[in-house]
């Protein structure tokens, strides 16, 4: 298994700004391609950002100008600056490999956008 630590997550009010980091175990997370998926309640997992080994990015239409992904391959980590929060950016966040989530998939971390 590759281990994997989601933190960042919180309450925020409408109009905020959280950042999430994931850290990795894996010694070649440099040639994954990453992403940041999400999960609310009642919803099917979903990849709202994905970046390269290269650092292209991608991004879901609802995410689209608001979010921005990026990463540290020195220090095995991705982070997504999320702006402007929303109430449906209510989720628990996960990441994983893209477009494919071929790891385990770890506990996430919370984000509650609520006022």
């Known amino acids: 298994q590759v281990q994997r630590v989601e933190s960042g997550g919180g309450l925020v009010q409408p109009g905020g700004s959280l950042r999430l980091s994931c850290a990795a175990s894996?010694?070649?997370?440099?040639?994954?391609?990453m992403g940041w998926y999400r999960q609310a309640p009642g919803n099917q997992r979903e990849l709202v950002a994905a970046?390269?080994?290269?650092?292209?990015?991608n991004y879901a239409d609802s995410v689209k100008g608001r979010f921005t992904i990026s990463r540290d391959n020195a220090k095995k980590t991705m982070y997504l600056e999320m702006n402007s929060l929303k109430p449906e950016d209510t989720a628990v966040y996960y990441c994983?490999?893209?477009?494919?989530?071929?790891?385990?998939w770890g506990q996430g971390t919370q984000v509650t956008v609520s006022s």
């Open positions: 994983n490999t893209a477009p494919e989530g071929l790891w385990n």
């Open positions: 894996i010694s070649i997370f440099r040639i994954y391609a």
């Open positions: 970046i390269t080994s290269g650092g292209s990015t």
